[in-house]
């Protein structure tokens, strides 16, 4: 019971909001002019199975759960003043039938136009004029994953002659009004994504909350299982490999083990230290200059004893440096014969010596490494070179990002080869022009080999295409 104080008057004009879902005896809403007591009312029965109609019987609710909006000329019924509104569910029988009301109004309406006398007369929300939306869901694409969505379609106001300049859209049955749900009526769609599966109770309505419209439910349906025939946790559709476990790089290339052509060697680094060990260090350095193995903080322990380390080095050219802090190298005379080699496994020296002063480097090359690859970079402005592909895998187009130890690199060439090693694309540019996006979007999926190559300069790395 709600203290209103109202004044009736012929044009009085009641409206309000019902739902139920589940049918009492009796749903109304009633006033009364000075007294607790609930027979002396008079009111709007919308719903209910006893058929009281009170003084006045509004259009019976559906009985389907929806919000129904109502609007009763209440005035041409009561007159005078009421002190109480009264919300009745009457359900003597079971106890279950249950009323929901909301956005009640009483107000004046002189000119009968359905608005209130100090509105003015505001654009209508009939015919044309309602807002509407086509609804389209999309399911959940895997189980957990809550990826489904709901797309709105809608035609602005200004078609129909409005002025109104937003629509605005729940999927909780008009419970809540998103801000991030409110878009521009001439905007055309909106989706809602990232939805678990689920049913979802659809309204619109124009901005600053005009016409509120029942769309009806939308259902987001669960997702299956997607085939794993490789049991990887990658579905097949989105596997980089198909056939082998996607988590294991052991080259760290961005290609899983399974679908990377490169093949490793295994080499050796030895070296007999002499009796200064802590002057010694070296390191073993990829052509991007970063080092694949190293050794250095060697103490008085070490001396006159032999190091050995392996690693197994994927195709490539390397260099081996060896530096010695005072400057007299680690062979030979007074303080010993060290020496260094650097070996394959079949016995092939890749690098040896001893006899240097602060440092000394060698040059080697693992696999089938184009001679030019091999070629030394001169100038005193050496840094280091680097390639980088992205993404991994590609589709219709792959990143390139790459430097030069000499920077003064301007032509380059672009070649692809597919894996039996047949070039399918090769490209001239302008290192200053180019804005490091490849088009390969005429590429089959499978795996390639992306080579750079810059005056006497080489880079290289493999690649996946998935479409």
């Given at each position: 019971?709600?203290?209103?104080?109202?004044d009736?008057?012929?044009?009085?004009?009641?409206?309000?909001?019902?739902?139920?879902?589940?049918?009492?005896?009796?749903?109304?809403v009633?006033f009364?002019?000075?007294?607790?007591?609930?027979?002396?009312?008079?009111?709007?029965?919308?719903?209910?199975?006893?058929?009281?109609?009170?003084?006045?019987?509004?259009?019976?609710?559906p009985?389907?759960?929806?919000?129904?909006?109502?609007?009763?000329?209440?005035?041409?019924?009561?007159?005078?003043?009421?002190?109480?509104?009264?919300?009745?569910?009457?359900?003597?029988?079971?106890?279950?039938?249950?009323?929901?009301?909301?956005?009640?109004?009483?107000?004046?309406?002189?000119?009968?136009?359905?608005?209130?006398?100090?509105?003015?007369?505001?654009?209508?929300?009939?015919?044309?004029?309602?807002?509407?939306?086509?609804?389209?869901?999309?399911?959940?694409?895997?189980?957990g994953?809550?990826?489904?969505s709901?797309?709105?379609?809608?035609?602005?106001?200004?078609?129909?002659?409005?002025?109104?300049?937003?629509?605005?859209?729940?999927?909780?049955?008009?419970?809540?009004?998103?801000?991030?749900y409110?878009?521009?009526?001439?905007?055309?769609?909106?989706?809602?994504?990232?939805?678990?599966?689920?049913?979802?109770?659809?309204?619109t309505?124009?901005?600053?909350?005009?016409?509120?419209?029942?769309?009806?439910?939308?259902?987001?349906?669960?997702g299956?299982?997607?085939?794993?025939?490789?049991?990887?946790?990658?579905?097949?559709?989105d596997?980089?490999?198909?056939?082998?476990?996607?988590?294991?790089?052991s080259d760290?290339?961005?290609?899983?083990?399974?679908?990377?052509?490169?093949?490793?060697?295994?080499?050796t680094?030895?070296?007999?230290?002499?009796?200064?060990?802590?002057?010694?260090?070296?390191?073993?350095?990829?052509?991007?200059?970063?080092?694949?193995l190293?050794?250095?903080?060697?103490?008085?322990?070490?001396?006159?004893?032999?190091?050995?380390?392996?690693?197994?080095?994927?195709?490539?050219?390397?260099?081996?440096?060896i530096?010695?802090?005072?400057?007299?190298g680690?062979?030979?005379?007074?303080?010993?014969?060290?020496?260094?080699?650097?070996?394959?496994?079949?016995?092939?020296?890749?690098?040896?010596?001893?006899?240097?002063?602060?440092?000394?480097s060698?040059?080697f090359?693992?696999?089938?490494?184009?001679?030019?690859?091999?070629?030394?970079?001169?100038?005193?402005?050496?840094?280091?070179?680097?390639?980088?592909?992205?993404?991994?895998?590609?589709n219709?187009?792959?990143?390139?990002?790459?430097?030069?130890?000499?920077?003064?690199?301007?032509?380059?060439?672009?070649?692809?080869?597919?894996?039996?090693?047949?070039?399918?694309?090769?490209?001239?540019?302008?290192?200053?022009g180019?804005?490091?996006?490849?088009?390969?979007?005429?590429?089959?999926?499978?795996?390639y080999l992306?080579?750079?190559?810059?005056?006497?300069?080489?880079?290289?790395?493999?690649?996946?295409?998935k479409?």
């Amino acid at each position: 019971m709600i203290e209103i104080d109202y004044d009736f008057t012929p044009n009085t004009v009641l409206t309000f909001d019902f739902r139920s879902d589940t049918e009492g005896e009796i749903h109304e809403v009633a006033f009364n002019q000075n007294t607790l007591d609930l027979n002396q009312r008079t009111g709007a029965v919308v719903y209910g199975n006893q058929g009281y109609a009170g003084d006045f019987t509004a259009a019976p609710y559906p009985g389907d759960g929806t919000w129904q909006s109502y609007s009763v000329p209440i005035g041409t019924r009561i007159n005078g003043t009421f002190r109480y509104m009264v919300l009745i569910t009457d359900d003597d029988a079971s106890a279950e039938g249950d009323s929901y009301f909301r956005n009640i109004t009483l107000f004046e309406d002189t000119n009968g136009n359905g608005t209130p006398d100090e509105c003015g007369t505001p654009e209508p929300c009939t015919g044309t004029d309602v807002p509407t939306a086509t609804v389209a869901g999309t399911d959940e694409t895997v189980t957990g994953a809550s990826d489904g969505s709901i797309t709105f379609t809608f035609q602005e106001d200004a078609v129909n002659g409005g002025t109104r300049t937003a629509m605005e859209f729940s999927i909780d049955g008009g419970a809540t009004w998103p801000q991030a749900y409110s878009v521009p009526d001439d905007s055309g769609s909106f989706t809602v994504q990232d939805l678990a599966p689920g049913d979802y109770r659809i309204f619109t309505r124009w901005g600053e909350g005009d016409c509120e419209q029942d769309l009806g439910t939308t259902t987001i349906a669960e997702g299956g299982t997607c085939p794993d025939s490789d049991n990887d946790g990658v579905c097949d559709d989105d596997d980089i490999c198909e056939g082998s476990d996607d988590s294991i790089d052991s080259d760290n290339d961005g290609i899983p083990d399974g679908c990377d052509s490169d093949t490793c060697e295994e080499v050796t680094v030895s070296i007999l230290f002499d009796d200064y060990a802590r002057e010694t260090s070296w390191e073993l350095l990829n052509s991007n200059g970063v080092a694949v193995l190293s050794g250095s903080g060697y103490t008085n322990a070490d001396d006159f004893t032999t190091l050995t380390e392996s690693v197994c080095l994927e195709q490539g050219c390397y260099d081996f440096v060896i530096y010695d802090s005072y400057g007299d190298g680690i062979c030979c005379g007074q303080y010993g014969d060290g020496n260094y080699s650097v070996t394959k496994s079949d016995g092939t020296i890749l690098a040896s010596g001893g006899t240097f002063t602060t440092s000394e480097s060698t040059n080697f090359c693992i696999g089938s490494t184009p001679l030019t690859a091999r070629l030394p970079v001169l100038g005193s402005n050496i840094d280091k070179n680097h390639l980088i592909l992205s993404p991994v895998p590609a589709n219709s187009h792959i990143n390139l990002e790459f430097e030069f130890k000499s920077q003064n690199v301007e032509l380059l060439v672009i070649e692809i080869f597919d894996f039996s090693g047949k070039l399918v694309i090769s490209q001239n540019i302008n290192s200053e022009g180019f804005n490091g996006r490849l088009d390969i979007s005429q590429l089959s999926n499978g795996t390639y080999l992306l080579k750079l190559k810059g005056e006497n300069q080489i880079l290289s790395k493999q690649f996946i295409v998935k479409h």
